[in-house]
């Protein structure tokens, strides 16, 4: 696994040894997605923490109404995973699916908590992804509970930069929890006030 960004993504940002990533990824497996297929589907058991090497993922839920709701989306050096299903085992209420053929890294938890306990770096680094995960769910609850959808929008680009060329305007949408029709509209008004500056 030495060749893979997760090895990159680990040596840079946290202080381990080479024995160490190979203690993480020695029960670490490759899962290799098509555009469209899924990781996790609603109802299974989430036993993993994902990364993505490489293409874009994104995790939703269906309402009763069989509406879709982006809850977010992971492209590479992302980590992804259903907490309530890992840690508390209930099946999950989401599906994972790759938009772009996609490469995933499938951590067991097991291994990330016995790396924990010997590395105090790598212990400190995992709780700091960990508080920005629920920092990110909290700003994003707030922004759906008060903010305008225009200024969803442009958290949205800060925060995604890249993805508009990536994901079709209907999962964005979705995302903002606005119809595709109030974000096309929001899209043509920021040109025009943007050309008029």
């Not at 951590?107 to 908590?113: D, V």
Request: hydrophobic share 40%.
């Amino acid at each position: 696994m030495n060749n893979f960004s997760l090895t990159s993504y680990l040596t840079s940002n946290v202080d381990i040894t080479t024995q160490e990533v190979e203690l993480l990824s020695a029960n670490c497996k490759l899962k290799r997605l098509k555009r469209g297929e899924y990781i996790l589907q609603q109802g299974a058991l989430c036993h993993h923490v994902f990364f993505v090497e490489s293409g874009l993922m994104r995790q939703y839920s269906i309402d009763e109404k069989g509406k879709e709701h982006v809850i977010q989306f992971a492209p590479e050096n992302w980590f992804l995973s259903d907490r309530e299903s890992l840690y508390f085992n209930k099946p999950s209420l989401y599906y994972f699916q790759a938009i772009e053929d996609s490469v995933l890294i499938m951590i067991e938890e097991q291994s990330l908590l016995k790396l924990s306990k010997i590395n105090a770096s790598f212990l400190e680094f995992n709780n700091k992804l960990l508080h920005n995960h629920i920092r990110n769910l909290q700003n994003r609850i707030n922004q759906l509970l008060s903010s305008t959808a225009e200024q969803r929008y442009l958290d949205f680009v800060k925060m995604y930069p890249d993805l508009l060329l990536r994901v079709p305007l209907i999962m964005v949408a979705s995302y903002l929890g606005i119809t595709p029709e109030s974000l096309s509209r929001i899209r043509k008004d920021l040109a025009t006030k943007n050309f008029r500056k």
